[in-house]
Every structure is written in structure tokens, then in C-alpha cells.
């Protein structure tokens, strides 16, 4: 049904500075097809392999609890026909590019027993002048670039090395004045949800707060025009998130649980940090009252 999207059984992450190489050289195209694909046309993805080398090359990293705007991959294409060498190796565009969005939303799940109080949870639109969030980093790759020569970052590092470093060294490595761009047209580039199934848990607070906070720190108050926004931009609605919301209060002890178990398994990051925050807000969810708890709607 969606020959575009692919489930594979892999968890290998190239081209983020966990594994070295990416497309062009052919390391993560090599292990997608050696892995077992579940769903996705696998004759275009050779298709796709094949052509590596005879096409400019765009990356884009979104993790599964993340979502793109439904044009910004179509604003960087835009971007990349521009100035990168598609075609002909003759071309004097740059070698290579990085995009990042410069704004995005986030939705944290309603805190604990404030679940009719502010059922959809809580939006906040947030800016990263100085630095690039993992949702939608984007590396584009000229025609006749081969792998050792592409940069690849940490998406902690990229601003720095793009902006600061190169900008002191008088150095542009890409061939051009300006290595990275942050993106902000569509103006919300991103949507990152900030729940316990994140295997890092930066920024995920889900525990008792002041919900007065709360509702002043929400940037979309006019839930009309969220809705809009979520519909026309990241193809959901309040109806889906108000559903997310109650499945995350629900299972919030299992899927913590589950969380735990992956931590430092192969493939997988491994932080003290993260396991001390999901082992507090297990405590919680054990301690949670059962009085009054929220039961699954019936499904459709």
C-alpha cells in the first residue's frame, strides 16, 4: 500500500556518526537489502542502490516518534536542484549540504491525573537558531563525491562545525559560503513527541507539574487552528493525539518496562542518565492511584 515506506529489520544507523559511511558509499544500502524487508519495493530500493553513484544524494534522518512537515522534504529538494551537481560532473555547484529546521513543535502527554483537564496534551512551538534537532537533518551529496569525502556529524556538532568552526578558519569545505541552512520555510519544519517510548528521554517530562505552567508555556491555544495546522502539515489531528495520549496513560508502566529492556542492547544508546530517569518515572507510574484511571476508547 506505501511502496515508499520500508520496515526493515535492522537497526544499523549509518551516516550519524554511530556507523561510518552512508548511501553514496554504499554501507547503508548494502545493509538494508541484506536485512529481511517486511514492507517497501524492494525491485526500487535496488533500483535506488544502483543509482548511488550517477545521482546527487539527499539523507534525511526522522526517528519514529518524530514527524516532518509534508513540504519540507520537497523545500530541500528544491533547495539541492540549486546547488548541488545533479547531473554532470562539468557543474560548478557545491559538494555538499546540510539542512536542518529552524523551528518545530513538541507534544509532551498530559501529566498524571490532569487527563480531562487538558486531554490533547501540551504543544509548545520551539527555534534552534544554534543548533540542528535530529528530526530532518538532511545531508545533501553532489554528483562525483565519494564517501571519504563527505562530512558527517553528530547532530549535536553540526552548527558548530558549519557556522563557528569553518566561520573562524575563514574555511567553507563544502565549496561554497554557506555549508549548513536552517530551514524555515515551511515555518514548523518538525514534530517531536516527547514520550517515554524516546530512547534517550531528553526533554520528556511526564511526572506532576503545575498545569497552570503548562497551559501558559503552550504556544497553540486555538485548538481550531492546531488542528488545521496538524491536519494540513503532519497529516494527524487532535482526535489522533487525544487517542496517543490515553494509550500512553494507560500503558505508561509496560511501556516504560519495555524501554528499560532496550537500553544499552546492541544498537541501541546507553546512557546512565536515561535509565535513572525511566527507573524514577517507573516508580511513578507503580505508585500511580488506579482510582478514576482512564480506560481505552472501543475501537472502530
Known sequence: EYPFVYVVGSNVNYGI??????????????????????????????????????????ETRVDADDGLHTKYLKAIQ?????????????????????????????????????FNKLKYGVFVAKRSPHACITAGITLGVSLGVEENSIPRFMHQTIYHELRIADVKKKHHPCGADQCLKMKNDPLVGAIRSRTPTSAGMKGVDVGEKDLEDSKMKQAFTNMTVLNLLLLSAFGTD????????????????????????????????????????LKNLLDLGRNYSKVGHLKEPPSH
Open 17 to 58: 556518526g554511530i556507523h561510518p559511511g552512508g548511501w553514496r558509499g554504499g554501507e547503508a544500502g548494502r545493509d538494508v537489502l541484506d536485512s529481511p524487508i517486511y514492507a517497501g519495493d524492494r525491485a526500487l530500493l535496488e533500483r535506488a542502490y544502483r543509482a548511488r553513484r550517477t545521482r546527487a544524494i539527499l
Open 78 to 114: 528544491d533547495d539541492a536542484k540549486k546547488k548541488l551537481r545533479w547531473e554532470t560532473l562539468s557543474q560548478t555547484q557545491q559538494n555538499w549540504m546540510y539542512w536542518c529546521p529552524l523551528n518545530r513543535m513538541e507534544w509532551t502527554p498530559t501529566p498524571f491525573q490532569q
Open 238 to 277: 487532535l482526535d489522533a493525539v487525544t487517542s496517543a495520549n490515553l494509550h500512553l496513560e494507560n500503558h505508561f508502566s509496560d511501556i516504560i518496562s519495555e524501554n528499560l529492556k532496550g537500553q544499552c542492547t546492541h544498537g541501541h544508546s546507553c546512557k546512565l542518565s536515561t535509565k535513572e530517569s
